[in-house]
């Protein structure tokens, strides 16, 4: 359970009076209560699961770099940095992360799995590692290199 890391985080970088890291967890905490209320009405009671909120942490990275690209061409690297530190903060509640050769094999997989042959199979072939592989690869990555798999 992802939960309970973020209370005891919070409570360690308070300790060590890390302002950046009490910021970014309590931002990551109030992100992750207003997706809770939003599920009430589905009948989801307990909140949101696992899988929900890894995804919610990969959409706040997302967020952080495409304002450190924005960032940096408006040179602007006091931002850049506080965009960075907060990335690495996140990060650290993220499993670990898919190498390059890892996604390449499953994407290998997938691909024999369904039966894939050209690039027009491509949206079932990232639906599926989606389904698959959520929280532990980089969708941007994965569907660059499934492009080039599919496009041989």
Known sequence: MLRPQFNDALKEAMLKKEERAVGTIRMIMAKMKDLDIAARPMGNITGIDDTAIVN???GMIKQRRESVALYEKGNRPDLVKQ???EIAIIERFMPKQMSEDEI????????TSIGAKDIKDMGKVMAELKKTYAGKMDFAQAGALVKSQLAA
């Open 56 to 58: 919610m942490l990969q």
């Open 83 to 85: 965009e960075n530190e």
């Open 104 to 111: 390449k094999a499953a994407i290998a997989t997938i691909v």
